[in-house]
């Protein structure tokens, strides 16, 4: 798959200056990820999501559609809900679009809501849709990840809308489209790296 770094990353530089005002907190914010060890895995989105629609702060949520043991040993089984916000927000109105996410819960099938650092390293459209198309795109099997890792995804994967990414922002994700609609449709597939962070105290739901 083709990607355009520079491009990607310029617009994504352009969308956190333009919510600067609005939401400075988590346009400036930067993870500390140095120690992190992050495994790869696919999840699947559970609602279906449109920018016009949305709004900062609005809960989304995901579940992985394959086990997960991370680095440490724990282990995240099948169907594990993914817990998260829209956490920036640009609508078109004549320019450019942005919806960022971030995922930062999972929920285990016990209840226990435990922290999570989560990076999106891909998207495609739900299976009805002709993803067969990318069948390598996501394996299934898990990968460490750097803590370094950064991903420009292009359009043509998900239509007209592009994914950029890097392990280091406080965002999953920041969906981006030239287009004044973004429209994510329930069970859009997500490759995903997680890491469990192990200095927050475990929750009960």
């Known amino acids: 798959m083709k990607s355009r770094p520079l491009k990607l990353q310029s617009f ?11 939401a400075p907190a988590l346009a400036n914010s930067a993870y500390d990820s140095t120690n992190l060890h992050l495994m790869s ?52 109105h004549g320019k450019r679009t942005g919806v960022a996410l971030v995922f930062n819960r999972a929920r285990l099938k016990d209840g226990r ?31 460490p990840v750097s803590p ?26 920041i969906f981006l489209s030239k287009r004044k609609d973004i429209r994510l449709r329930a069970g859009t597939q997500l490759r995903i790296a997680i890491a469990p962070l192990q200095s927050a105290s475990t929750q009960a739901s």
Do not use: C, W
Not at 67 to 90: A, F, H, I, Y
Not at 148 to 173: F, P, R, T
């Open 12 to 22: 994504a530089l352009f969308l956190a200056s333009a919510l600067l005002a609005a």
């Open 41 to 92: 895995t696919n999840a699947s989105l559970n609602q279906t999501l449109n920018s016009s629609q949305l709004s900062v702060g609005q809960r989304v949520t995901a579940h992985l559609t394959m086990k997960l043991r991370t680095s440490d040993g724990m282990l995240l089984p099948r169907n594990t809900q993914l817990l998260g916000k829209v956490s920036e927000l640009r609508n078109g």
């Open 113 to 143: 809501v435990i922290p999570i650092k989560a990076t999106l390293l891909g998207a495609m459209p739900p299976n009805e849709e002709g993803s067969s198309d990318y069948g390598n795109y996501f394996p299934d099997t898990s990968k």
């Open 148 to 173: 370094k890792a950064q991903m420009d995804q292009e359009v043509g994967v998900l239509s007209h809308i592009a994914l950029h990414s890097a392990v280091q922002s406080h965002n999953s994700g």
